[in-house]
């Protein structure tokens, strides 16, 4: 593939017949209508199959029956730590019951750690009764605690408790009618951005006010083989108002599962390197529309006073819906850093096994400063 996206040549190259990949055609000038996108609907492509075939439609069936069955009954790993599941979605997220946050077990601790691995996100219900110390110690008992923004000391001061700079404060109410309602993965201007984070409901408003989180791994999946082959080995820029701070990897490789994930999100990636400004920006806003025009990828999560969502950055993405105000909404939150600095900064692995890190395109001195809420 060339520098520019020019599918018009490669579809020429390869005729029409015989393609497997979803090619449908289309306008030759542009990469839009060539081809299929990968439906988020579970029957896919196939639907057309399944009706003629019942033996095949069987088959698949089956296969998400069983899938399914982990996330509506659990297993017996989880039972035996005393927990069970409540699903949100079929892809993501997962309500965990059975937990005290105040005084988790050590096996519960790892269910909980490879439920957030498999789920991208997990919740808890009822834990208003722990303190500041406990919420910061549960933390501890799967990372290490950062300060309110992960790394970021300089900006613990902005919104954290003069007490325990490790939690940030999230409050909004009539005077302060504040949501991060924009979709993000957080602190992406870093080329350190924390792993995750763990948000308590202090106070919920009566209504609204819900978080809603998307699975970056299935945003990546879905995408057509052309925009796969395209944005693998590519970059984008990111950075807080319109700076470009740092250049991270376009498909970034989980350290923990080695899954794909598409990494670029509206709040804080500025352009894709290396293309013509008005390219990048017709094809970011492209993604855009395919990431945030699926709920099949998404999970909502309505809070009450004292739930809990515990996130991973490196696998999800959130939205904090805004339509509560002037009702107050008092969050806290414990943000999670990796302890291995080499996992910390966002990595993608090619097929040779070899990682590329994100690179810094400014100081860690202008990183630590200020920037706003941010
Ligand atoms: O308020 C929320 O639901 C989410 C806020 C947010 O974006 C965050 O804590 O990172
Ligand atoms: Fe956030």
Not at 43 to 49: I, L, M, Y
Not at 161 to 187: G, Q, T
Not at 207 to 217: E, H, K, L, N, Y
Not at 338 to 348: G, L, Q
Request: with cysteine; aromatic share 8%; proline share 6%.
């Amino acid at each position: 593939m060339d520098e520019l996206f020019k599918p018009r040549g490669l579809n020429k190259a390869r005729g029409r017949q015989g393609r497997t990949d979803g090619w449908v055609g289309g306008r030759p000038d542009t990469w839009q209508g060539h081809y299929r996108e990968n439906p988020a609907s579970r029957a896919g492509a196939d639907a057309h199959r399944m009706v003629a075939d019942k033996s095949y439609t069987a088959d698949v069936a089956e296969t998400l029956r069983r899938s399914d069955a982990a996330i509506l009954e659990g297993d017996e790993a989880l039972a035996s730590a005393g927990l069970t599941i409540e699903p949100v979605s079929p892809g993501i997220g997962a309500v965990i019951h059975g937990i005290d946050m105040a005084n988790p077990t050590d096996v519960q601790v790892e269910q909980v750690w490879r439920l957030l691995m498999e789920r991208k996100v997990v919740f808890f219900r009822d834990q208003g009764h722990i303190t500041r110390e406990e919420h910061i110690a549960f933390g501890r008992r799967f990372a290490r605690v950062g300060l309110a923004f992960g790394r970021q000391r300089a900006l613990a001061g902005n919104n954290a408790l003069p007490d325990h700079p490790e939690i940030l404060r999230l409050y909004s109410d009539e005077a302060h009618p504040f949501a991060a309602a924009n979709w993000h993965s957080d602190v992406t201007w870093s080329d350190r951005p924390p792993l995750g984070s763990i948000l308590l409901s202090r106070k919920s408003p009566p209504v609204g006010g819900d978080t809603i989180f998307a699975d970056s791994f299935a945003h990546w999946n879905c995408l057509d083989p052309v925009l796969k082959a395209f944005l693998e080995g590519r970059t984008a820029t990111h950075g807080r108002a319109g700076k470009d701070e740092v250049e991270h990897p376009i498909c970034r490789t989980h350290p923990v599962t080695g899954r794909k994930a598409l990494y670029i999100n509206p709040t804080f990636t500025n352009s894709i390197s290396g293309m013509e400004p008005t390219d990048s920006a017709r094809l970011l806003a492209k993604l855009y529309a395919k990431m945030y025009s699926t709920p099949e990828h998404t999970c909502r999560f309505p809070w009450r006073d004292g739930s809990v969502a515990m996130w991973d950055n490196r696998s999800c993405q959130h939205y904090a819906v805004s339509d509560f105000w002037p009702h107050e909404r008092r969050m806290e939150r414990v943000t999670l850093v990796d302890p291995s600095e080499e996992d910390e900064v966002p990595f993608r692995v090619d097929d040779s096994g070899k990682r590329h890190y994100s690179v810094l395109l400014t100081t860690r001195e202008a990183i630590d400063t200020p920037l706003g809420m941010f």
